[in-house]
């Protein structure tokens, strides 16, 4: 009970912090959107399928399940496997009301939780050589590169890594490493090295429904790789809306 109302508080927090609400554009009916009878969205729709063949990915998505930004690890049984100073970061910043989450200093959400927002939804827009994923909280975003090339020998560590990505049959499988180890995992803390490498499965079911199996690699945090069953959901005939973040009750938050 004590953890779920020291999540519920650094939810509230976060909320105050970047002022973020949840409002997208009204009546914008989009082309290339199936339909029912009556003019809605067809969300059970097939998957649109783009010129390689594979299921085309684009549209804007949010998350089915806004629980995994309040513990990424829930289905994990026993929770995370923590190393043991992991579990101790672990148990810190929830002891501390998660106030030094790097959200409320308006610095970002990183990979996998920039997706679990569920008043954020994010973009995609695929092409042959290259995904993009926009993130509307912050306004920030991602670049999968599909066009064969490799990790790069030195990379520099950044908060949404370095992805490449390549088809296994319908799924698309994105690779990331070359992270900093400032981001958190969730909102209560899940905490990583640099070393994390996190492996995301892509799959779109239909029109309206994606689903994206992320397994973290994270030998200096776990003691084993685990994984995360998401799922979201398509939020048609809409656009992003510009989102800024500006930080100013940081230094009114104590904590515990």
Not at 10 to 18: E, M, P, S
Not at 54 to 71: E, H, Q, V, Y
Not at 82 to 88: T, V
Not at 137 to 163: C, I, K, L, T
Request: aromatic letters at 10%; a negative charge.
């Amino acid at each position: 009970m004590e953890r779920f109302i020291a999540l519920r508080l650094g939810i509230a927090a976060l909320l105050l912090f970047t002022g973020v609400a949840s409002a997208q554009w009204l009546n914008l009916p989009l082309p290339g959107t199936p339909r029912t009878a009556d003019g809605k969205p067809n969300l059970t729709a097939p998957a649109p399928i783009a010129g390689n063949g594979k299921p085309d990915l684009s549209g804007i998505w949010r998350t089915a399940d806004g629980r995994l930004l309040g513990n990424l690890a829930a289905a994990e049984p026993g929770g995370a496997p923590f190393q043991p100073w992991a579990a101790a970061l672990y148990k810190e910043r929830q002891d501390n009301l998660a106030k030094d989450r790097p959200t409320g200093k308006c610095l970002p959400h990183g990979i996998p939780d920039a997706m679990m927002v569920r008043s954020g939804p994010f973009k995609i827009v695929q092409t042959p050589a290259v995904t993009l994923i926009l993130y509307e909280e912050m306004n920030h975003y991602r670049q999968v590169f599909s066009d064969g090339r490799d990790f790069p020998p030195d990379m520099n560590p950044a908060w949404f890594g370095y992805s490449v990505g390549k088809w296994d049959g319908s799924t698309f499988v994105v690779e990331t490493k070359g992270f900093n180890d400032r981001s958190w995992l969730d909102d209560p803390g899940h905490p990583h090295s640099e070393d994390m490498h996190v492996t995301e499965r892509f799959t779109r079911r239909d029109f309206g429904h994606l689903d994206v199996q992320i397994t973290i690699d994270d030998a200096k945090t776990y003691t084993r790789p685990w994984s995360v069953n998401a799922r979201f959901e398509l939020m048609p005939d809409t656009e992003l809306i510009e989102n800024i973040c500006e930080d100013k009750d940081t230094p009114h938050m104590v904590g515990r």
